[in-house]
């Protein structure tokens, strides 16, 4: 069975999505910041398959690589990446933004993703096959109020994805950028800082669920070997875009 690395496995998307591949008995690297956290996953999708797991922050360029090179065994050969850890900090106009506030956009959503990323392809590359899914947001395809840095962070993302795209074609190796709208994670109360205004962001209509881009993440990897999902925007249906939702 093939090998998944997922980074941000210790909630939201990454972990649903762990367990929903891990139902579908595909071994398992889970990575992600908090140690006690993937202690508790680990042990609970061990039920269901083999699994490993890497603490790490994403930003730590010698953390990723380290911890990536210390795999063994049968999970030292891995055949999907999916670039999950991803976060926004701040709601502020580019004129009053906070500098650290970007820099952990940009050190997470871009820098994070490429190390990562760089820490895993050449294998790919010398066995010329391999899939890479980078998690990027609808943020990525149209700029917000209030929002310009994420929004360029995400951009980003789609940019380096369809640059892999051109890149790997030659190994065979499929790049796919799933862009999921409002989904109901922890992402609001990381970006609030904890603010009330969090509790705000998923009332009146149905958001997306973690799980719901779980079940799309394995649909795109249960694609026949000459199928790649390239890019693939998702909403809740009250969404129409960035800015426009309907609430009841």
Not at 70 to 90: Q, R, T, V, Y
Not at 220 to 242: K, Y
Request: with cysteine.
């Amino acid at each position: 069975m093939k090998t998944v690395l997922i980074t941000g496995a210790t909630s939201g998307i990454g972990k649903a999505t762990a367990f929903e591949l891990a139902k579908k008995k595909y071994n398992l690297i889970i990575c992600g910041r908090r140690k006690e956290r993937l202690t508790i996953i680990e042990k609970e999708l061990s039920r269901f398959t083999k699994v490993a797991s890497l603490c790490f922050d994403v930003r730590d360029k010698k953390a990723v690589f380290s911890e990536i090179d210390s795999l063994s065994g049968e999970f030292k050969e891995i055949d999907i990446l999916i670039n999950n850890a991803g976060n926004a900090h701040g709601l502020d106009p580019v004129q009053s933004g906070d500098l650290e506030d970007w820099d952990a956009m940009m050190d997470i959503n871009v820098k994070g993703l490429l190390y990562v990323s760089k820490a895993i392809i050449p294998e790919m590359t010398k066995r010329a096959k391999g899939h890479i899914i980078n998690i990027g947001s609808s943020a990525g395809k149209e700029v917000y109020p209030k929002g310009a840095v994420y929004c360029a962070s995400k951009h980003a993302v789609i940019a380096i994805t369809d640059g892999m795209r051109i890149d790997l074609n030659p190994f065979g190796i499929k790049v796919t950028a799933i862009n999921p709208g409002l989904v109901e994670t922890e992402f609001s109360k990381v970006r609030f800082k904890g603010s009330y205004k969090a509790d705000n962001v998923y009332k009146g209509y149905k958001a997306l669920q973690a799980k719901d881009i779980a079940e799309i993440i394995a649909f795109a990897l249960s694609r026949p070997a000459h199928v790649n999902i390239a890019d693939l925007l998702v909403f809740p249906t009250a969404q129409a875009s960035s800015t426009i939702v309907k609430r009841g």
